[in-house]
């Protein structure tokens, strides 16, 4: 036997070996607000375990299916939550066992060469989470929200997306009924690709509208949360 | 709503927050691991919304903005969704501050055992 004579790959990955206050914490509010009944354990799994399989696959699939058929495509944006069952995402019971805080109707936004489309939710946080899974961070900030609805140009290009005059934007508000996503148009050099290509380009910032689906990038934005910027007020 | 709250001051101050720990002990992970069962339970107690006291959905996430931006500014997120919920928890009476502050401490001695 070599020293060598084992496997990296399956080398366990570093954890963090310290209990810390925020896992304490959480354990602590848990476990004395199902002792009050204000929830019940069970409750408490069922909703975990949809937060940890929710994410943003089937909405990307749902935008790839539609560029490559134009008759889903027309389904998706005139019935919406038929096309949603087809990537496996039933809003009326996105969690198998009745719906979380979150339902809704639900709408997807076609973008066009002329309307660019972006998401926001400028009240709260409301989110597309059954078929987007959580929001990113910097989409519940008081910051994004109320700051893309005044300035949308603006922020758009702090994600790195420049739009020129001649593309509107629209800014669509989310609210606790109505959920929305973007479809954005498909993009040059992918005629050809097959659909789970075009699922790697769609990413959670493309269907959220802060970003463009493009060859060769499979990743989102990394955006710091800032404070809010008067952009106005600026120099 | 933004009164101090001994036990989660003493909380921020050790400061374990996620980035500090995880670069502590090398772990990639960019969420700790206690995350999605908060979100867990932030969904559950939307279910819950209807009783008296119990912040409703857009109640939770205005007082998560609030003290956020305040008291608990210098905390990351998540920690500062979680140390806020706690602060609304037991600034509306659901939750006794004494009553938070001895189980702390239980469930820190439990996990330690």
């Known amino acids: ?235 | 709503m933004t009164e101090r709250i001994e036990a989660l001051q003493e909380i921020v101050q050790r400061n374990q927050v996620w980035p500090r720990m995880a670069a502590k002990w090398g772990v990639e992970n960019p969420v700790p691991p206690w995350k999605t069962s908060l979100d867990g339970m932030c969904d559950a107690l939307d279910h819950a919304a209807c009783d008296e006291n119990i912040p409703n959905f857009k109640e939770r996430r205005d007082e998560e903005d609030a003290l956020s931006a305040t008291v608990y500014a210098d905390l990351p997120y998540p920690e500062n969704q979680l140390v806020s919920l706690a602060h609304s928890l037991v600034a509306r009476g659901i939750i006794d501050e004494a009553e938070l502050k001895q189980r702390l401490t239980a469930i820190r001695e439990r996990l330690q055992a």
């Not at chain 1, 805080?101 to 060469?113: E, K, N, R």
């Not at chain 1, 990113?136 to 700051?147: D, G, L, S």
């Not at chain 1, 769609?202 to 802060?210: A, H, S, W």
């Not at chain 1, 060769?216 to 910027?229: E, F, K, L």
Request: charged content about 25%.
């Open chain 1, 1 to 235: 036997m070599t020293d060598h004579d084992h496997n990296h790959d399956r080398t366990v990955k570093p954890m963090v070996d310290e209990i810390t206050d925020f896992e304490v914490l959480e354990i602590a509010l848990r476990e004395l607000c199902i002792e009050k009944g204000v929830f019940t354990a069970e409750d408490h799994r069922r909703m975990t375990e949809f937060a940890e399989q929710i994410g943003p696959t089937p909405a990307a699939h749902l935008v790839a299916k539609a560029w490559l058929d134009p008759e889903f495509r027309t389904l998706a944006l005139a019935e919406p939550m038929t096309a949603s069952k087809e990537v496996g995402v039933d809003w009326m019971e996105p969690t198998g066992f009745g719906t979380p805080s979150d339902f809704t109707a639900f709408q997807i936004l076609a973008d066009t060469p002329t309307l660019h489309n972006v998401i926001v939710c400028a009240l709260c946080s409301c989110y597309p989470r059954p078929i987007l899974g959580n929001s990113p961070e910097w989409y519940r900030t008081p910051n994004y929200r109320r700051r893309l609805v005044r300035w949308p140009r603006q922020v758009l290009a702090e994600f790195g997306l420049y739009l020129p005059d001649e593309i509107s934007i629209h800014v669509q508000d989310s609210n606790q009924k109505h959920r929305f996503m973007v479809m954005p148009m498909q993009p040059e050099a992918t005629e050809g690709w097959t659909e789970d290509q075009l699922v790697e380009i769609i990413t959670r910032d493309c269907l959220i509208g802060v970003a463009l689906p493009k060859a060769g990038i499979t990743t989102n934005v990394i955006t710091d949360t800032r404070p809010a910027i008067h952009p106005g007020a600026a120099g």
